[in-house]
């Protein structure tokens, strides 16, 4: 293959799907990814897994999220971003010699923002909505608010965690950025991207912040009838993370779709 037809990528990222999307950019002979940002080694995440060890042995040059604006030193053709945790400034998403792009776990423009997983089951009862989407879009200065790219799906069923959602969302996203990375290849982005503004349905934001006080249940709500806490309790549901919880005799019970722990 010629030279100038190879796609100089930058990844910024985390998590385990994070990894699988960088080996697979590996493994493409058309993408020549020029540099990873992700957290250091030595950051203790919730997730099992390290990129930054990915990246290491797939022989990338890495770089710890402080180090993110040494991008600019790099000539990319893209910045893709898949987890990553910090909100990038102009210079950086204008930087690529033609688009940012981010894998967002989320249906947009539906969900835009955190805890997407959560609040997505919260609302499929009230919104009839019973499907959580995965996203590739472009990236602007205004969070999950650029062109879409593609979109896949994974249905919502009445047992489902906020875990268990993220694992099938997960082998979803996987096939969108397998298909999506050819976009990159065959140079087909122009011609699919959509603006939101072309969708229909309600729109969310979410803050980090949009969890706390949800999880405290009154123990006078626990009514096996009570469909709207039954799905708070399986919508908090996310190991390692502090789920539900309720007091008993003063004392704090995990609540979560299987059963409760005492601590």
Known sequence: MPKDSTKSVAFFGSH????????????SNSISVELVVTYSKEKDNWWD???????????????????????????????????Y????????LEHPNKYPLNLHQAELPRYRGSNVFTHSILNARSDNHWKHGTTF?????????GDIIDRRFATI?????????????????????????????????????TPQSDFDGP????????????????????DPNNVEVYDRIRA?????HEPAHTTIQSKKVYLTLTGYQEI
Not at 16 to 27: A, K, V
Not at 55 to 83: K, N
Not at 236 to 240: N, T, V, Y
């Open 203 to 222: 729109r969310y934001f979410y803050p980090k912040s949009s969890l706390d006080g949800l999880k405290q249940i009154s123990f006078d709500e626990l």
């Open 49 to 83: 897994g390290c990129l930054y060890d990915t990246a290491v042995d797939l022989d990338h040059t890495v770089v710890p999220l402080s180090e993110e604006r040494s991008v600019l030193e790099y000539d990319i053709d893209y910045l893709i971003s898949v987890y």
């Open 16 to 27: 385990p799907l994070g990894e699988r999307c960088l080996e697979y950019l590996t493994e």
């Open 236 to 240: 908090l549901d996310f190991p390692p």
């Open 85 to 92: 945790p910090n909100i990038l400034d102009g210079e950086i």
């Open 137 to 145: 879009h472009i990236m602007d200065e205004q969070v999950d608010s």
């Open 157 to 193: 069923s009445h047992t489902d965690t906020a875990w268990s959602l993220y694992q099938k969302v997960r082998k979803q996203s996987v096939e969108l950025f397998k298909e999506s990375v050819q976009y990159i290849v065959n140079d087909n982005i122009d011609d699919l991207k």
